[in-house]
């Protein structure tokens, strides 16, 4: 049966193709969301870890779950010989070792002045929160990186030489300028970790220290060590991780970098990362269950036109189970075939969107991250899909009997729906209407204030609303051989007035009913999918565009020394 089954595919293969086709776009679709998630993810943890620069040990303070100091330290008095680098450095396992130091500074040359951000250098360059671009990290003293825009407002590049000096901010600094600062490299920030200062400065411990007013670079306030530690042996590298954590002041411990991402990531996705993750698998999810209702009208069609090879079949001795059985297997290896070409072209998007630069160009570092569920998850639903939608056409060709082969093929279909496909049909509306209606209740009362908790389950009053309008559909699909006759059929009336060709249509609707009911349900489904899709697409470029306009009121803000009212109102002209 399987061979049979085979040959009837590869006849039908024309017909096939438009379901094949459903299925593809709605599996690309869901794995197009998970890899676009994980991608999503993988940015976060690195954009929100990005100041550690590539260490992938940090020690900091440690608190308890309140958020505070556990032990009797304080950080206030921790300085960078408490650290003890020397001895961490020289400890086995240890690439690398520096302690997070910052400071806001002013560079001026030759007239010209910028304000901005600084952090103390590093003699292994993966430890820096920036990355240099051009030269090498400030090593000697009176050595300082600059960001690339900051060189050209300055008019400098490598090589020449600058003057840095402190900026209080309102704080209890002394420090002191340090003149002819060499510029050794210019720096990028892709991160944005210090976008608000137009990129950091990398300084010479010595600048550091002066900036800061200490008098030696071990003097300076520290919170923070950075820490590359041979990670190849796990074993190893936690005996390096002990070994550190006995040399750190008292209130401190070293966690990895695994952890740190983790917690950050945590906190961002409580309120940020899982919406657009569910609101992009809410569409995958609708493409395959209009997909489902595409490819139950196919198999539909195709049993009615297979009726007298399936007749033949019963007569050479094919049970009713067998046929059963061959709908069944050709639904799933189309939904087989459909779903891996479907994550085939999911994964080839969203490597195209990665590596080509377009998430760059919107500020934003994206790799793609590959992971089991965007493989496992779409193939299965996809499959699973292909041949629940099929159900109902394998009951069909149970029916055949081998009489059938000998009978003419019947031109009308004289058959009515059963008050079972009504009754069903007729609930699944009301259901659909009820869980919608509560859904827009919830979702009334959260953006009025009224209701907290749907506001604490905005996720799950957006599945609500989907799932309502789904079964309002489902139910309209279902319920099609009832009401769209009679629709064509009062629009068939009033065409049927323009000439005879229109009364030969009107004819052929009152004629076959059935037929006409799947043809309008297959335009009803195509026109549906392009309405919402459209319609989603505008609310979620009005809904960004609030949000960011409500976040963001202003585009950009310019500080410094002897801001004039002239300067304010010139600027208001630009």
């Given at each position: 049966?399987?061979?049979?089954?085979?040959?009837?595919?590869?006849?039908?293969?024309?017909?096939?193709?438009?379901?094949?086709i459903a299925i593809l776009i709605g599996t690309a679709f869901i794995a197009a969301t998970f890899l676009f998630s994980n991608s999503m993810d993988d940015s976060l943890r690195r954009q929100s870890t990005a100041q550690?620069?590539?260490?992938?040990?940090?020690?900091?303070?440690?608190?308890?779950?309140?958020?505070?100091?556990?032990?009797?330290?304080?950080?206030?008095?921790?300085?960078?010989?408490?650290?003890?680098?020397?001895?961490?450095?020289?400890?086995?396992?240890?690439?690398?070792?520096?302690?997070?130091?910052?400071?806001?500074?002013?560079?001026?040359?030759?007239?010209?002045?910028?304000?901005?951000?600084?952090?103390?250098?590093?003699?292994?360059?993966?430890?820096?929160?920036?990355?240099?671009?051009?030269?090498?990290?400030?090593?000697?003293?009176?050595?300082?990186?600059?960001?690339?825009?900051?060189?050209?407002?300055?008019?400098?590049?490598?090589?020449?030489?600058?003057?840095?000096?402190?900026?209080?901010?309102?704080?209890?600094?002394?420090?002191?300028?340090?003149?002819?600062?060499?510029?050794?490299?210019?720096?990028?920030?892709?991160?944005?970790?210090?976008?608000?200062?137009?990129?950091?400065?990398?300084?010479?411990?010595?600048?550091?220290?002066?900036?800061?007013?200490?008098?030696?670079?071990?003097?300076?306030?520290?919170?923070?060590?950075?820490?590359?530690?041979?990670?190849?042996?796990?074993?190893?590298?936690?005996?390096?991780?002990?070994?550190?954590?006995?040399?750190?002041?008292?209130?401190?411990?070293?966690?990895?970098?695994?952890?740190?991402?983790?917690?950050?990531?945590?906190?961002?996705?409580?309120?940020?990362?899982?919406?657009?993750?569910?609101?992009?698998?809410?569409?995958?999810?609708?493409?395959?269950?209009?997909?489902?209702?595409?490819?139950?009208?196919?198999?539909?069609?195709?049993?009615?036109?297979?009726?007298?090879?399936?007749?033949?079949?019963?007569?050479?001795?094919?049970?009713?189970?067998?046929?059963?059985?061959?709908?069944?297997?050709?639904?799933?290896?189309?939904?087989?075939?459909?779903?891996?070409?479907?994550?085939?072209?999911?994964?080839?998007?969203?490597?195209?969107?990665?590596?080509?630069?377009?998430?760059?160009?919107?500020?934003?570092?994206?790799?793609?991250?590959?992971?089991?569920?965007?493989?496992?998850?779409?193939?299965?639903?996809?499959?699973?899909?292909?041949?629940?939608?099929?159900?109902?056409?394998?009951?069909?060709?149970?029916?055949?009997?081998?009489?059938?082969?000998?009978?003419?093929?019947?031109?009308?279909?004289?058959?009515?729906?059963?008050?079972?496909?009504?009754?069903?049909?007729?609930?699944?509306?009301?259901?659909?209407?009820?869980?919608?209606?509560?859904?827009?209740?919830?979702?009334?009362?959260?953006?009025?204030?009224?209701?907290?908790?749907?506001?604490?389950?905005?996720?799950?009053?957006?599945?609500?609303?989907?799932?309502?309008?789904?079964?309002?559909?489902?139910?309209?699909?279902?319920?099609?051989?009832?009401?769209?006759?009679?629709?064509?059929?009062?629009?068939?009336?009033?065409?049927?007035?323009?000439?005879?060709?229109?009364?030969?249509?009107?004819?052929?609707?009152?004629?076959?009913?059935?037929?006409?009911?799947?043809?309008?349900?297959?335009?009803?489904?195509?026109?549906?999918?392009?309405?919402?899709?459209?319609?989603?697409?505008?609310?979620?470029?009005?809904?960004?565009?609030?949000?960011?306009?409500?976040?963001?009121?202003?585009?950009?803000?310019?500080?410094?020394?002897?801001?004039?009212?002239?300067?304010?109102?010139?600027?208001?002209?630009?």
């Open positions: 049966m399987f061979s049979i089954t085979i040959k009837l595919m590869k006849k039908s293969a024309r017909m096939l193709i438009p379901a094949g550690l620069g590539e260490a992938n040990y940090i020690a900091t303070m440690k608190t308890n779950s309140n958020g505070a100091v556990s032990e009797n330290g304080s950080a206030d008095r921790t300085t960078v010989a408490d650290f003890n680098l020397d001895r961490i450095r020289a400890t086995k396992g240890v690439k690398g070792a520096r302690v997070d130091t910052s400071v806001s500074v002013s560079i001026s040359a030759a007239g010209k002045r910028s304000n901005g951000y600084a952090v103390g250098t590093s003699t292994d360059r993966k430890l820096l929160p920036v990355r240099i671009v051009s030269g090498d990290q400030p090593v000697d003293n009176n050595e300082v990186a600059l960001p690339k825009s900051v060189a050209k407002q300055l008019g400098v590049g490598v090589g020449d030489k600058v003057d840095v000096a402190p900026i209080s901010n309102g704080s209890a600094l002394s420090g002191t300028a340090v003149r002819d600062v060499r510029v050794v490299g210019l720096t990028s920030d892709p991160f944005g970790v210090y976008s608000f200062y137009g990129g950091a400065s990398v300084l010479s411990e010595n600048v550091v220290a002066a900036v800061y007013g200490v008098d030696d670079f071990d003097h300076m306030q520290a919170y923070m060590l950075l820490l590359d530690i041979d990670d190849a042996d796990a074993a190893a590298a936690q005996r390096t991780v002990d070994e550190v954590s006995g040399l750190l002041p008292k209130s401190y411990g070293v966690e990895s970098r695994r952890s740190v991402e983790a917690e950050a990531v945590r906190d961002l996705s409580s309120n940020n990362t899982s919406f657009p993750t569910i609101f992009l698998l809410s569409f995958g999810v609708l493409a395959l269950f209009v997909a489902a209702l595409v490819i139950a009208n196919t198999f539909q069609v195709l049993v009615a036109q297979r009726r007298r090879t399936l007749a033949l079949l019963r007569t050479i001795g094919a049970k009713k189970g067998q046929l059963y059985t061959s709908v069944l297997m050709e639904a799933g290896l189309l939904g087989l075939i459909a779903s891996v070409l479907g994550v085939g072209f999911g994964v080839g998007l969203i490597a195209l969107v990665t590596n080509t630069g377009v998430m760059e160009m919107m500020g934003m570092q994206a790799r793609l991250i590959l992971s089991w569920q965007a493989f496992v998850v779409p193939i299965a639903f996809g499959l699973i899909m292909t041949v629940l939608a099929s159900l109902g056409s394998a009951r069909s060709a149970t029916s055949v009997t081998p009489l059938e082969a000998l009978r003419p093929i019947e031109l009308t279909d004289t058959s009515r729906a059963g008050k079972v496909r009504a009754t069903i049909g007729v609930l699944t509306i009301i259901a659909g209407l009820v869980l919608a209606g509560v859904a827009v209740w919830q979702l009334s009362g959260m953006l009025n204030g009224l209701d907290t908790m749907a506001s604490d389950n905005y996720s799950s009053v957006l599945l609500m609303s989907i799932g309502g309008a789904a079964l309002v559909f489902l139910g309209l699909v279902l319920t099609a051989t009832f009401w769209l006759p009679v629709l064509m059929r009062g629009v068939g009336a009033l065409v049927s007035m323009c000439g005879p060709s229109a009364k030969v249509a009107h004819a052929n609707i009152q004629k076959n009913p059935r037929r006409v009911a799947a043809t309008g349900t297959a335009l009803l489904i195509g026109v549906t999918l392009v309405a919402t899709i459209a319609t989603g697409a505008a609310s979620a470029k009005q809904t960004m565009g609030e949000a960011l306009a409500s976040r963001y009121s202003v585009d950009m803000i310019a500080t410094g020394d002897g801001l004039k009212t002239s300067a304010v109102k010139e600027a208001a002209q630009v």
